[in-house]
């Protein structure tokens, strides 16, 4: 994996810490709520993934906790929604609509765009496509390919199963995720940690669903930027710290 510089490798969510103080509190609480994980069983063919998810990571900027909403349309557009755990104000988005990939904040009307790897880079501490953030998701790297096809396909991943076949270790470069826990038994991992030479971290999955029909029209539109001012990531950063 190429070496970013070490201002693009840092996650914002790590870098203010009344917000991750505060996060901390509201985590808790939220562990506490009893919930279903699977709301449905997954279908064969999934089209659509949706879900709400906690995230932990820890680096030389100190530590933070967020929580998410994520929809994905395979296998080329994503839309993320980090929310402050405490008042449920949203923080930023990231969408992902095939060709363009942006990173807003609507409180003020801004964004920043740049390539999907750089915008989930932001958002994780390295850099993913989207393809492979949904892959992690979903425990599967290929849809309809066979297990020895599907590896041929991620020779830039190492990949390791359990003894149901399931993706239990994957690393590539000093990028490395384990699944702690699986949702009921599936594949989907409920629990992930990750470590990288910037960060570590730890990702839970609190709900996840699949196919559902969509709440919007066009989630992934991005039409409406139109109405947005596009800034430098540098401005982006200094909003973000002083909204927290």
């Known amino acids: 994996m190429e070496k970013q510089p070490e201002k693009a490798r840092r996650a914002p969510v790590m870098k203010y810490g009344l917000w991750?103080?505060?996060a901390c509190a509201g985590?808790?609480?939220?562990?506490?709520?009893?919930?279903?994980?699977?709301?449905?069983?997954?279908?064969?063919?999934?089209?659509?993934?949706?879900?709400?998810?906690?995230?932990?990571i820890s680096g030389e900027q100190g530590s933070a906790r967020s929580k998410f909403t994520f929809l994905f349309q395979l296998p080329h557009q994503g839309r993320i929604e980090v929310t402050d755990?405490?008042?449920?104000?949203?923080?930023?988005?990231?969408?992902?609509?095939?060709?363009?990939?942006?990173?807003?904040?609507?409180?003020?009307r801004v964004y920043w765009e740049g390539d999907e790897e750089e915008i989930i880079n932001h958002f994780l501490g390295f850099r993913l496509s989207l393809e492979e953030m949904?892959?992690?998701l979903q425990g599967r790297w290929k849809e309809s390919r066979g297990e020895a096809e599907e590896e041929k396909e991620r020779e830039d991943w190492m990949l390791s199963r359990d003894e149901k076949g399931r993706i239990l270790i994957?690393?590539?470069?000093?990028?490395?995720?384990?699944?702690r826990e699986f949702?009921?038994?599936?594949?989907?991992?409920?629990?992930?940690?990750?470590q990288h030479s910037s960060n570590s971290g730890r990702l839970r999955v609190l709900r996840l669903s699949f196919n559902k029909p969509?709440?919007?029209?066009?989630?992934?539109?991005?039409?409406?930027l139109a109405n947005y001012k596009r800034v430098n990531w540098e401005e982006i950063e200094k909003i973000l710290a002083d909204e927290n």
């Open 20 to 22: 991750a103080a505060l």
């Open 27 to 56: 985590l808790f609480l939220l562990g506490c709520r009893p919930s279903q994980v699977l709301l449905l069983p997954p279908p064969e063919n999934i089209d659509r993934i949706e879900g709400y998810a906690s995230l932990r």
């Open 85 to 108: 755990i405490i008042l449920g104000r949203t923080l930023y988005q990231i969408i992902v609509d095939r060709e363009r990939a942006v990173f807003l904040v609507p409180s003020k």
């Open 134 to 136: 949904i892959s992690l």
């Open 170 to 179: 994957g690393q590539r470069g000093s990028l490395r995720f384990e699944v």
């Open 183 to 194: 949702i009921s038994g599936s594949r989907f991992p409920q629990v992930l940690i990750f």
């Open 214 to 224: 969509l709440k919007k029209k066009d989630p992934f539109s991005l039409a409406f």
